[in-house]
C-alpha cells in the first residue's frame, strides 16, 4: 500500500535568493516533488508603458535601459531601432556598426550572468559567478568607455548613437576579444563535463519543440529545443545580414541544452566583433541629424530584435505629437516564462530553481 | 563487568607533561581539560572560518575578509561578537521548547566528540578510552536530532524541508562511514583512537585509499559540506533548517557546523593520515596541520563542485559507496587473515588496484535517475 502524504504550499519568493529579482512561486509541494506552481509577479511594476506615453520619442530611451537592466543596449537598440522604422530615418554607416558591436558586446555580457548564474542555481557556491563577473567586468569597461555608465547606458540615439568612440576603444576591445575566447574555452571545458552539473541539468526541464512554438517562447530557450529562429537572421535589421555567424541550436531542450546553446552563442557573438572590427568604417558621422523634439508622422510599427533572452519588440502609435500615442513592449523574458509550468511539474523543488534559471528572465522586463 | 575502565590513571591522559600527583583528583582533571577542550575547539572554529572565508575568496578571485585586523584576522571574532549581540527571534507558531533546546543538543555532542581525539601521545581527555571509536559513530550522529528539532520547531516549511533532507543522507551515510571505519579497525586490532595511531606506522591512507575515500565523503555528507550541503541550500531553501534561528541560537548552529567539519577533520587525520605522528614537529603541531590540510581539501571541494539533488544523494550512497564499503571491509578481513605478521605494506599494491578497478566498475554501473515523476 503506498504511504499517502498530504502537499503542502509553498511561497518561493518574492524575496528570494534564486529567484533572480521579486519574482514569487507559489508552489505546491508533496515532499520534494513539485506538484503544482502558479507563478505570481509584477512587484517590479513601474508602469513604464504608460511613462513613455508622456515623454519625448528620446526621453523614452533612459526607460527603457530600466527593462532588462542587465542588457541595456540590446533594448536602446530595441526601441530606436522602432523609432527609425517609424519615421523613416537613416543611421550612418558607422553607427551600425557601433550598434552591432555594443549589441554583441551585451549579449556576452548578458550569457555571462546567466550561465553563472545558472551553475549557482545547481548549487555551486559562486565560483563560477564569480569567474564569469570577473570578465563581465571588461565589458563593461568598455561600455564606461563609450557611455560613461556602468549598468544603464542610454548610449543609442534616434539615428545613430549619441557620441562617438573613443581612440581607447577599440584597442581594448581587440584584447577583450583575444582573451575572451581563450577564457569561454576555459569556462567550457571546466563546466561542460563536470559529473554533477550534468546529473543535475541533463534531461530536466524539457521543453518539446512544438510546445516551445505555441508558447510563442523565443531566443536561446526556443532554440535549445531545435527551432532554428533567429531574428538576426529571420528579419534581419541593422546590418546583421552582412556577418557569417552559425545559428546554435540544441536537440532535446533540457536545461542542458539551454546553457550550451548560451556558451555557443558567445563563440559566435566574438566571431561577429571580429568581422564587425574588420569592416567597421574608420571615420563618419555617427548620428544623422533628427530634431531635438522630434515628430514622427501618423502611424504604427511593430519592430522586433534578438535580445539575449529572445525577441524583444517594441509597438509604437504615432499621432505626429512629440511622444507616442502608445508604447507596447513585447518582453521576451514573460512570455518565456508562459512555459515554466509545464517544465517544472513533476521535478524536485532542487530542479525547480535549475529549471527556472535556465529560462533565465530579468524581472524588470517581466514587470516593466 | 564494566566495559570502561574508569579510573584516574585511565583517565589522566596528559601523564607525560604532568606532575604523578596531579592536585584535586579526578574531578579537579576532569574540569581543567573541559575547559581546555572545548577552548582549543573554539579556536580552533575561529581559525577554520577564517581560513574558509579566505581560501574561498582566494578560488573565487576575489579577496575574503581583509577590513578586521591584518590580512582580517579578527573577523570570527567581530561576526561572533556582531552575532551576540543580535536580537533572539522566535517566531510565533514555534514550538518554544524546541525551538530552544535544538542548538543545545546539536552542539553537545559535536563538542563531545573531542573528549577522545588524541591531540598527542595519549593527549586527550579520556587517553585510551578503548572503545573510542565505537564512542564517536555513536555520539555523531546525535547532533542530527538537534537539527531535525530545530527544522520541525521552527514551523518554517524551508526549515521542515531542510531538516528532512539531513535525517535522510545523515541515516543513509551512517552505514557506509561505519563500514570504512570498521576497515581500519581490522588492521589495527583495536577501537582506541590512540592505539590506531600508535599502530599507524604506515599511514592508513595507503593501506586502505578506498575506505578513506568512502569515509571523507560520506562524512562530508554526514556534516553536510558541499557538494552534499542539501540541508541549507542556499539556492533553494535560502538557510535550510536554521532559517528561523538569530542571535545566539544561530551562533550555536554556525558553530556546530565548523566543529562537525573540525571533528570530521581530526578523525580523518586520526585514522588515515597517522594522527600526531611525524617527525621533528611536536605532535600537536602535526596534529593541527593535518587537520587544516584536510579542512583545506573540504574548501576546495565546496568550491568547486555544485550540489547533488536528494535522489542522486540517495542513489549514491545505496548504490555505489555501500557495495564498494562492504567489497573493501570484505577484502581487508582476508587480508589481515591471510598475510603474514609485519607485512602490512603488502596491502598497497592489492587495495591501490582494488580501489582504482572498484571506481571504475561501479561509476560505469552506476545511473543517478532522472528524477521526475508522473503527478
Redesign the interface.
Given at each position: 500500500m503506498p504511504i499517502k502524504t498530504e502537499p503542502?504550499v509553498?511561497n518561493l519568493g518574492p524575496v528570494?535568493?534564486?529567484t533572480h529579482g521579486v519574482f514569487r512561486m507559489r508552489v505546491v509541494?508533496?515532499?520534494?516533488?513539485?506538484?503544482d506552481m502558479e507563478p505570481v509577479f509584477g512587484y517590479l511594476h513601474r508602469g513604464i508603458e504608460k511613462l513613455a506615453e508622456e515623454r519625448t520619442y528620446t526621453g523614452i530611451i533612459p526607460l527603457t535601459d530600466r527593462l532588462d537592466y542587465i542588457a541595456s543596449m540590446s533594448n536602446n537598440l530595441a526601441y530606436v531601432t522602432a523609432v527609425e522604422k517609424l519615421a523613416g530615418v537613416k543611421v550612418p554607416e558607422r553607427a551600425e556598426y557601433i550598434r552591432v558591436i555594443m549589441a554583441e558586446l551585451q549579449r556576452i555580457a548578458t550569457f555571462l550572468i546567466v550561465v553563472g548564474a545558472f551553475?549557482?542555481?545547481?548549487?555551486?557556491?559562486?565560483?563560477p559567478f564569480?569567474?564569469m563577473f570577473?570578465e563581465r567586468e571588461k565589458i563593461i569597461d568598455l561600455f564606461e568607455m563609450v557611455s560613461g555608465q556602468r549598468l544603464t547606458y542610454n548610449y543609442m540615439r534616434i539615428g545613430g548613437v549619441s557620441q562617438d568612440l573613443p581612440e581607447e576603444f577599440l584597442p581594448a576591445m581587440d584584447k577583450f576579444i583575444e582573451q575572451m575566447t581563450g577564457y569561454v574555452d576555459e569556462f567550457d571545458t571546466l563546466l561542460m563535463e563536470?559529473e554533477?552539473?550534468l546529473?543535475?541539468s541533463k534531461?530536466?526541464g524539457i521543453l518539446p519543440k512544438e510546445k516551445a512554438i505555441n508558447c510563442s517562447i523565443s531566443g536561446p530557450v526556443l532554440r535549445a529545443s531545435g527551432v532554428k529562429w533567429d531574428i538576426r537572421r529571420a528579419d534581419p535589421y541593422s546590418i546583421y545580414d552582412r556577418f557569417e555567424f552559425d545559428i546554435q541550436t540544441g536537440t532535446i531542450g533540457d536545461a542542458y541544452d539551454r546553457y550550451r546553446v548560451r556558451v555557443g552563442e558567445i563563440r559566435q557573438s566574438l566571431r561577429i566583433l571580429r568581422q564587425a572590427r574588420q569592416q567597421i568604417p574608420a571615420g563618419g558621422p555617427v548620428k544623422s541629424k533628427v530634431p531635438n523634439l522630434f515628430h514622427p508622422p501618423v502611424g504604427d510599427v511593430y519592430s522586433r530584435i534578438e535580445t539575449p533572452k529572445g525577441e524583444l519588440g517594441f509597438y509604437l502609435v504615432s499621432d505626429n505629437s512629440i511622444s507616442p500615442y502608445r508604447c507596447h513592449i513585447r518582453p521576451p523574458s514573460l512570455i518565456n516564462l508562459t512555459a515554466l509550468r509545464d517544465m517544472i511539474?513533476?521535478?524536485?523543488?532542487?530542479?525547480?530553481?535549475v529549471i527556472f534559471g535556465s529560462i533565465d528572465v530579468t524581472m524588470g522586463e517581466v514587470d516593466r | 563487568m564494566t566495559i570502561i575502565d574508569l579510573n584516574i590513571s585511565n583517565l589522566v591522559s596528559l601523564q607525560k607533561g604532568l606532575p604523578p600527583d596531579w592536585p584535586g583528583g579526578f574531578w579537579w582533571h576532569f574540569l581543567v581539560f573541559t575547559s581546555i577542550v572545548i577552548n582549543a575547539v573554539l579556536i580552533l572554529v575561529m581559525a577554520f572560518i577564517y581560513v574558509e572565508r579566505r581560501g574561498l575568496g582566494r578560488m573565487q578571485s576575489r579577496l575574503g575578509p581583509n577590513r578586521t585586523g591584518p590580512q582580517g584576522i579578527f573577523q570570527p571574532v567581530a561576526d561572533a561578537l556582531k552575532v551576540l549581540l543580535k536580537e533572539d527571534i522566535v517566531p510565533d507558531s514555534a514550538d518554544k521548547v524546541v525551538h530552544w533546546l535544538a542548538p543545545l543538543i546539536a552542539f553537545a555532542p559535536t563538542l563531545m566528540i573531542f573528549a577522545v581525539i588524541p591531540f598527542g601521545n595519549g593527549w586527550s581527555l579520556i587517553g585510551d578510552l578503548n572503545i573510542g571509536m565505537l564512542y564517536v559513530v555513536s555520539i555523531a550522529s546525535v547532533s542530527t536530532l538537534g537539527v531535525f528539532m530545530a527544522g520541525w520547531a521552527s514551523s518554517n516549511k524551508y526549515s521542515l524541508l531542510g531538516a528532512m533532507r539531513d535525517v535522510a543522507s545523515v541515516i543513509s551515510y551512517e552505514i557506509p562511514l561505519v563500514l570504512a571505519v570498521a576497515s581500519v579497525v581490522l588492521i589495527t586490532g583495536s577501537l582506541s583512537l590512540n592505539q590506531i595511531v600508535q599502530n599507524q606506522d604506515i599511514p592508513f591512507i595507503l593501506l586502505q585509499p578506498l575506505g578513506f575515500l568512502i569515509f571523507f565523503m560520506a562524512g562530508c555528507a554526514e556534516i553536510n559540506r558541499s557538494p552534499f550541503d542539501l540541508l541549507e541550500a542556499d539556492s533553494e531553501l535560502v538557510a535550510g533548517f536554521h532559517t528561523e534561528y538569530s542571535g545566539m541560537k544561530f551562533a550555536m548552529f554556525y558553530l556546530v557546523e565548523y566543529a562537525e567539519a573540525l571533528a570530521l577533520s581530526a578523525l580523518i587525520s586520526t585514522l588515515f593520515l597517522s594522527g600526531w605522528r611525524g617527525p621533528l614537529l611536536p605532535p600537536w603541531l602535526w596534529f593541527v596541520g593535518k587537520i587544516f590540510f584536510v579542512f583545506s581539501v573540504m574548501i576546495w571541494t565546496r568550491a568547486t563542485l555544485p550540489r547533488v539533488r536528494i535522489d542522486q544523494l540517495m542513489t549514491f550512497t545505496w548504490k555505489f559507496m555501500l557495495p564498494l564499503a562492504l567489497i573493501n571491509l570484505l577484502v581487508t578481513a582476508v587480508e589481515v587473515l591471510a598475510l603474514p605478521e609485519n607485512s602490512l605494506w603488502l596491502m598497497i599494491p592489492v587495495n591501490f588496484a582494488l580501489t582504482v578497478a572498484l571506481i571504475l566498475i561501479g561509476s560505469k554501473s552506476l545511473t543517478v535517475g532522472r528524477g521526475r515523476v508522473e503527478v
Open positions: 503542502f509553498l528570494h535568493p534564486s509541494l508533496d515532499g520534494e516533488v513539485v506538484v551553475v549557482n542555481d545547481c548549487g555551486a557556491y559562486f565560483t564569480m569567474y570577473r563536470n554533477i552539473l546529473a543535475r534531461g530536466v511539474i513533476g521535478w524536485k523543488v532542487a530542479d525547480l530553481f | -
